[in-house]
């Protein structure tokens, strides 16, 4: 069963910073947040991860609550091309198994 | 850089027939995982390869499905006999060691299975 919770769909305006929460409250120490999108039933692509730190790549931000409960994804510059559906993913460092729920579908609009 | 490769993209087969999907995994990734998903669900695990070893089929059905990942070649995820759920998107993920902790996983286009 999936460990996260998120918000079935969001909207955001193009050219806006698009934010997505993901609650994960039973994280353990050594469990790691992963995010995911899936464009239009392509195969998921890698966003971005994180332990304890925020983290930031060309792609996005990752902003981790101090006591890790929950997290949120930062798209700085939303364009159309990022409607997707969005999985926050949490996996126990010794484990390889991805756990995937429901995810956010983002809606990009003009 | 290439990225995973899966091939074929589509797949149609009839009840009974068998389906195999093949998966390149990315240059310098010797792991590779396979994940199944149906219509409006996410991706399901169903087995995770290094070369010439199965390391964890917890996820596949124990009948007709079968995986491998020879040392030489692609792996291939090959379902015998296909009935009409086994319809799916068939996604395969590779990494460059064991895909546990900070260690990406990175997917393929996936395979559309449609049995008729």
């Known amino acids: 069963d999936a460990k996260t919770t998120q918000p079935p769909s969001m909207d955001c305006a193009e050219g806006r910073a698009a934010n997505l929460p993901c609650n994960h409250s039973?994280?353990?120490?050594?469990?790691?947040v992963y995010w995911y999108r899936q464009i239009h039933s392509q195969g998921p692509q890698y966003i971005i991860h994180?332990?304890?730190?925020?983290e930031t790549n060309e792609m996005a931000s990752l902003i981790i609550t101090e006591d890790r409960k929950s997290s949120t994804l930062i798209l700085p510059h939303a364009t159309l091309r990022d409607t997707a559906v969005y999985y926050c993913?949490?996996?126990?460092?010794?484990?390889?198994?991805?756990?995937w729920g429901a995810g956010t579908k983002l809606i990009i609009k003009p | 850089n290439a990225g995973v490769m899966q091939n074929p993209r589509h797949l149609v087969r009839r009840r009974g027939q068998e389906a195999r999907l093949r998966c390149s995994p990315m240059?310098?990734?010797?792991?590779v995982y396979w994940y199944r998903q149906l219509p409006e669900e996410g991706l399901k695990f169903m087995v995770y390869?290094?070369?010439?070893?199965?390391?964890?089929e917890s996820g596949m059905p124990k009948e007709r499905f079968s995986a491998e990942f020879p040392k030489e070649g692609p792996s291939i995820l090959r379902i015998q006999q296909v009935v009409r759920g086994d319809s799916a998107a068939y996604f395969c993920?590779?990494?460059?060691?064991?895909?546990?902790?900070?260690?990406?996983?990175?997917f393929g286009p996936g395979t559309r299975l449609t049995v008729l």
């Open positions: 993913i949490v996996r126990v460092g010794s484990n390889y198994q991805l756990i």
């Open positions: 240059k310098g990734h010797s792991h």
């Open positions: 993920a590779s990494s460059p060691r064991s895909g546990t902790g900070s260690d990406t996983q990175y």
């Open positions: 390869l290094q070369k010439e070893n199965i390391i964890d």
């Open positions: 039973t994280i353990s120490g050594n469990e790691y």
């Open positions: 994180g332990l304890k730190n925020n």
